[in-house]
């Protein structure tokens, strides 16, 4: 079963700076491109950062210089470090990946969520 537990949120001041983990199980890590997204209150979930099995990574205008994607697959754990946070940055952030399944002769992707983490920056 696949699983994705994201963990590091809390609460910051803006100008700080803050990393969140992701551990993954329940398919091959290595093998996948991975993604943060977040979702902040009253708005539509969206992609932060992106990071492919041979490590391109992919941001967001908004936090392009200021969020590092990275991963390390010997432990299966996507992180996200924050830094130079601002209040619009606060939302609950989420683990992402679209995995391939299989079920008899049946092939299809689906795409896995963990719980998130909730991300608040203080003026």
């Known amino acids: 079963e696949v699983q994705l537990v994201e963990s590091g949120g809390g609460l910051v001041q803006a100008g700080g700076s803050l990393k969140l983990s992701c551990a993954a199980s329940?398919?091959?890590?290595?093998?996948?491109?991975i993604a943060w997204f977040r979702q902040a209150p009253g708005k539509e979930r969206e992609a932060v950062a992106t990071i492919t099995n041979d490590g391109r990574t992919n941001y967001d205008y908004f936090v392009k210089g200021r969020f590092t994607i990275s991963r390390d697959d010997a432990k299966n754990m996507l992180y996200l470090e924050m830094g130079s946070l601002i209040p619009e940055d606060t939302a609950v952030y989420y683990c992402y990946a679209n995995v391939v399944n299989r079920k008899g002769w049946e092939v299809y992707t689906k795409d896995y969520w963990g719980e998130g983490t909730l991300v608040t920056v203080s003026s």
């Open positions: 329940g398919f091959i890590f290595n093998e996948y491109a």
